[in-house]
């Protein structure tokens, strides 16, 4: 006999196991952990052990991912509308020494822009929902070609009988009453790259000339807010950043969608160069642990509002336990998402543009060469298939695993550990919920509406989306941080 894959951790003091075929998580009593955890010390089974077993589904089953390769149609593109930029941000990769810029530095034309367009729409094939993502550089710098764009992919899908949506992510300080009014009328979803408080972003996020950026940045912000209160955040952190600090001064801007992401070095000569502490990790584990015990008290006290500002990351993951939903990617890069460079070159994701070995393709040619990237890490990724939590996390972000690792299919260890820590906090809370607060959850739109307390005759499996996974445009949600907000 056989027991199917399971883990046993301690949050609280209090003893959990994760079901991780079924991905179920469940209280159980210390006496019963410490007799199940022996079988994973030496692979024995005892009739003691043979009875929990059986108690807790950890008999028979099989894995929910099949290896097969899925034929997964393009529906989002991001448009690298500009190279150029105001900023000079301490972290930025655009220039890196991986880049070969054959495409850099200029702006992107209408024609490439319009050709993309026509070829979104034919290599999307029965999909209705198309998604066009705008990125640089600071792509405000050709705000000009935007509306371009937008207009044009607009005529074209109503003439094949789709729709688009779009994105932008900027630094924030050329947003003007014209920029905005157009953002609003056409319902652009909005990521403004900002790292914190005026001390945090000006250390970070200097202005190309050197000077400060954050009272620029600030005013701008507040006021695309007012109009779109709904505009997402992103913040980089690096080294020690106090993530407390950079979480309540973006939210007292009026964020209320606050992505944080760590920096990733640019090339592995820089990772040498800062001993591999662009980051600090106990930093990221300590912040997720305070988030879970807020996360516990804001569903106790049906704090919805709360939870929707700076918990909505750890409670997406907390309703993977109580749907059985199957995460196969780490994000939709190479498979349902792409990045156009002003060349008319496609790569995996924007930040691969100009990195030759990760070019796809062309506009003009009818395939580009997508397969390594179908493959799903369960199956494929050592470290992924034999992780118990390789249902919620799987593969890492394809750059920062590069830049860590040499490999963009090699995970980052130390991304892979926060990303563990993560789902141990979330399958913990998930097992402590009771009926009302799952009903809670449902209906203030918090997790998926067929969340439940789900038992073993109830195992379902729910394939998360590829794109929604990345966020509409594959860009402002596909970053390496696995705690990243995300609707």
Known sequence: MTARPFYIFVVGGKYYLINVDDRLSIHLPKEEAETLKL?????????????????????????????????IEIQSVTLLVTHACN?????????????????????MTFDVAQRT?????????????????????????????IKEVVAYANLRAQEARKSFSFSLTTNGSLLNDEIIAFLKTHSIKVTVSMDGNKEIQNTQRPMLNGKDSYDI???????????????????????????????????ALG?????????TPAT????????????????????????????????????????????NYLCQRVGTFLTGEVKEHHCGAGKASVAVANSGDIYLCHRFSDLSDYRLGHIEDLHIDREPYLDKPVGSIDACSNCFSRYHCPGGCYHDNLNTTGSVFEPNSDLCEVSRHMTELSAAIAADLVEEDIAFLVSEKLVDADASRRTASQIGITTGSVVAEAGLSGLSYAIPAPWVVSE
């Open 268 to 311: 592995s000569e820089d990772r040498k160069m800062t001993s591999g502490k662009v980051w600090n990790i106990d930093t990221a584990i300590d912040f997720l642990e305070k988030e879970a015990i807020t996360l516990r008290n804001a569903i106790a006290n049906r704090d919805a509002d709360a939870i929707r500002n700076p918990f």
């Open 217 to 251: 940045v600030r005013p701008k912000a507040v006021k695309l807010l007012e109009e779109m209160p709904d505009t997402s955040c992103q913040a980089t952190m690096c080294g020690d950043t106090a993530l407390d600090t950079v979480k309540e001064s973006l939210a």
């Open 87 to 107: 900023f000079k941000c301490t972290y930025c990769y655009e220039f890196s020494n991986f880049s070969q810029p054959h495409s850099k530095p200029g702006k």
């Open 255 to 263: 964020f209320k969608r606050i992505g944080l992401t760590n920096v």
């Open 117 to 145: 367009v026509d070829w979104l729409i034919k290599k999307s094939g029965s999909r209705r929902q198309l998604s066009l993502g705008f990125f640089g550089g600071e792509p405000l710098m050709n705000f000009s070609l």
């Open 39 to 71: 079988i994973e010390d030496n692979g024995k089974i005892s009739p003691r052990q043979e009875l929990l077993l059986w108690k807790y589904d950890l008999i028979s089953g099989s894995s929910p991912v099949k290896n097969k390769r899925d034929a």
